[in-house]
């Protein structure tokens, strides 16, 4: 599983021209899932993110979380963090998750931040999203579960 988040001020989420998710100051997190993640792995994951200390404390260190500074988090599914370059100039997908495991974790990971996080919103998982962020810092980290896990 595979985690790319970003510190933003705001951020939001757009299919077919309808907003399906908009937050102000938090985290945009893209979600890969490949075949051998599981829902340990997802409570893993999601246990790390909550409480990645990433915020600026008074002193100008990063050292609060998400609940230290009452962020929202807007979560996209996004099977190409699994794209594999290595050969030729096309990606390879091979290592992504098929859809409907994907679909599944995917839900199970929202519920599971909804558990701990007033603000959560997300995209449409499979459809054609646009996203629109202002990144703060930027900063930008990368969590992968066979690193964490």
């Known amino acids: 599983m595979r985690f790319v988040v970003q510190r933003v001020a705001s951020a939001s989420c757009t299919v077919d021209q309808k907003i399906t998710g ?3 100051t ?5 979600i890969g899932v490949s075949d051998t993640d599981t829902t340990e792995t997802a409570d893993k ?14 002193e100008g260190k990063t050292n609060r979380s998400l609940k230290d500074v009452s962020g929202g988090l807007l979560l996209i599914s996004q099977f ?3 794209a594999d370059c290595r050969k030729g100039n096309r990606p390879s997908f091979i290592r992504a998750g098929n859809p409907a495991l994907a679909e599944k974790l995917y839900e199970y990971i929202i519920d599971s931040c909804k558990k701990e996080i ?3 919103e997300q995209g449409i998982f499979g459809a054609d999203m646009k996203l ?4 703060d810092g930027p900063f930008t980290v ?5 690193e964490i896990c």
Do not use: H
């Open 22 to 24: 908009n937050i102000e």
């Open 26 to 30: 938090g985290f945009l997190v893209l």
């Open 45 to 58: 994951m999601t246990r790390k993110l909550i409480n990645l200390r990433i915020f600026e404390d008074s």
């Open 80 to 82: 190409t963090l699994y």
């Open 118 to 120: 007033p603000v959560v």
């Open 132 to 135: 629109s962020l202002v990144n």
């Open 142 to 146: 990368i969590l992968d579960s066979d």
